[in-house]
């Protein structure tokens, strides 16, 4: 009996370590079909909720056409460029996109590579060439200075942000929702897979968020059952600029509905107390909100 329990171990334990290395060849493969989720079809546009807007397409350095919204407001001091999450398209962000409206920002939205009407398929590099563009359009053809910007990152969209606010020094950067980077996702999904050494996609913004300048407002829900609240924790602390942390309630893809006030007055705080103040970039703010 022990003799032929043998070869039934050894074959279940080959068997195991297959299957293992299938998924590992899988995940490696096929990684960036696991983060990008675009959907083509636009459902609705601004105007669809009262607001004007002017609809572009932005030529990228290598020849892709980028679909982007640019909504000015009327008398507005400050641009915010939307870089927006993993799924979905610019459609699916007109609640957000009345909410900074509302608090007298203009706004440009983009959909990255791949994403919506924009062209060709999305990898890391190029959605960050994808926000270069986009902040080369305002410079250059809305006329702003850096100083006017303002650089919105939410989930993987705080990944493509952290990289632009190191490189172009906004006015501020905001992270809504986001994590540390892409293989410490990928971690905490797949466990028992060797996913840092095999993640070729990465958004380190962990490892950049300490170079930036630019004053810095990170806004995380407990509740996320997506990206874990210690990822926004992480960013905050790690931040060496003027910063501030937001608290918001509810899940990741509607925390920022669900807190109502708590988000909009807390983003109303930042913009007055970092920008229209023009605080100084040293040291940094308490919780918004009296809040931890």
């Not at 983060?35 to 020849?63: A, C, H, Q, R």
């Not at 407001?73 to 609640?95: D, M, P, Q, V």
């Not at 992480?234 to 608290?247: A, I, P, V």
Request: proline content about 5%; hydrophobic content about 35%; aromatic content about 10%.
């Amino acid at each position: 009996m022990k003799l032929k329990l043998k070869p039934m171990l050894s074959s279940f334990i080959f068997i195991i370590c297959a299957i293992w290395l299938s998924l590992v060849v899988l995940i490696y493969v096929f990684q960036s079909r696991l983060v990008y989720f675009p959907s083509k079809e636009l459902s609705v546009t601004p105007i669809d909720i009262g607001m004007e807007f002017e609809e572009i397409f932005l030529g990228t350095p290598d020849n892709i056409s980028i679909h982007a919204w640019y909504i000015s407001r009327k008398g507005s001091k400050r641009t915010l460029l939307f870089l927006h999450g993993n799924a979905g398209n610019i459609s699916h962000r007109l609640e957000s996109l009345k909410i900074f409206y509302d608090l007298g920002l203009s706004v440009l939205i983009i959909d990255y590579r791949g994403y919506g009407l924009s062209g060709g398929k999305p990898h890391e590099t190029g959605t960050y060439s994808d926000a270069e563009t986009a902040w080369n359009y305002l410079i250059n053809e809305q006329d702003l200075s850096p100083r006017e910007i303002i650089i919105f990152g939410r989930s993987l969209g705080g990944g493509i942000a952290s990289w632009l606010a190191l490189e172009k020094s906004p006015a501020a950067l905001i992270l809504e929702s986001t994590f540390t980077s892409m293989p410490d996702m990928g971690a905490l999904r797949y466990p028992y897979l060797p996913v840092k050494w095999l993640s070729n996609i990465r958004y380190p913004s962990l490892e950049r968020v300490d170079k930036i300048r630019s004053p810095i407002l990170v806004i995380h829900s407990p509740d996320d059952e997506l990206i874990p609240y210690h990822h926004g924790q992480q960013l905050y602390e790690r931040g060496k600029s003027s910063k501030s942390f937001l608290n918001i309630e509810g899940g990741h893809n509607d925390g920022f509905l669900r807190s109502g006030d708590t988000y909009t007055l807390g983003l109303r705080d930042f913009i007055q107390q970092h920008l229209d103040t023009d605080t100084a970039r040293d040291g940094h703010s308490p919780p918004l909100n009296g809040r931890g």
